[in-house]
């Protein structure tokens, strides 16, 4: 990717120009979710870019800050603050979606829904620690559930969809049923982080 400044909200920049470029180009669904994880990796490797307003737990619920949609809504990432023990209800995505830790650890679940339309589980729950990145899908899987893997302390991952997902209309499930019912997330905020107040580096150049 390349560095177009040195504001701390740079990786975020970086991250969301390479995106943009990458979904204009590139159709192939298993080919974009591996390049993007590429990217996400890169940017995951800091923290210092997410503005404090994207860190914030709520005592009670699970916090989604919306940090980018694209214009076409090819593509959003969304900051996950997970409170200590909090957890999603088992859901689905319908698009694909890449989560990967930035702070703290996420334990998920993974489910299918067997011939009758009943939720079974799918392998063991999996750990994701900070760095790991974890890739839903409805060809690759696209039922889960995730939570907090700490019960003292604040988690924080950083989720990519191919879609606005907060705009998507979704399904939860129950375990061990084939009740389903259908949910629309939207987002924990009304700001977006500024990833364009650039001046401070332009004025820098200034000679
Ligand atoms: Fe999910």
């Avoid at 560095?3 to 969301?16: C, H, K, V």
């Avoid at 996950?80 to 930035?102: S, Y």
């Avoid at 939720?119 to 899987?141: F, N, R």
Wanted: aromatic share 8%; net charge negative.
């Amino acid at each position: 990717m390349q560095t177009l400044a040195t504001e701390p909200i740079s990786p975020l920049r970086d991250f969301i120009v390479a995106m943009t470029k990458l979904v204009e180009k590139e159709r192939d669904e298993n080919k974009l979710i591996a390049e993007s994880k590429k990217y996400l990796k890169t940017l995951i490797s800091t923290d210092t870019w997410l503005p404090e307003f994207c860190t914030v737990p709520h005592p009670d619920y699970y916090q989604q800050y919306l940090l980018h949609t694209d214009p076409l809504e090819r593509f959003s990432v969304v900051s996950f603050v997970w409170g200590p023990g909090q957890k999603t209800p088992i859901h689905d995505h319908t698009v694909w979606g890449l989560i990967g830790m930035l702070r703290g650890a996420e334990k998920g679940q993974r489910y299918t829904q067997d011939a009758s339309g009943e939720l079974v589980a799918v392998g063991s729950e999996a750990v994701l620690k900070q760095g790991d990145i974890e890739v839903v899908s409805p060809t690759l899987g696209d039922i889960h559930i995730v939570k907090n893997a700490f019960d003292d302390q604040t988690s924080i991952s950083i989720h990519v969809y191919g879609a606005n997902i907060g705009a998507v209309t979704r399904h939860v499930y129950e375990e061990g049923s084939n009740k389903v019912k259908k949910f629309v997330s939207g987002y924990s905020s009304t700001q977006v982080p500024n990833l364009w107040d650039r001046s401070a580096s332009v004025r820098a150049t200034i000679t």
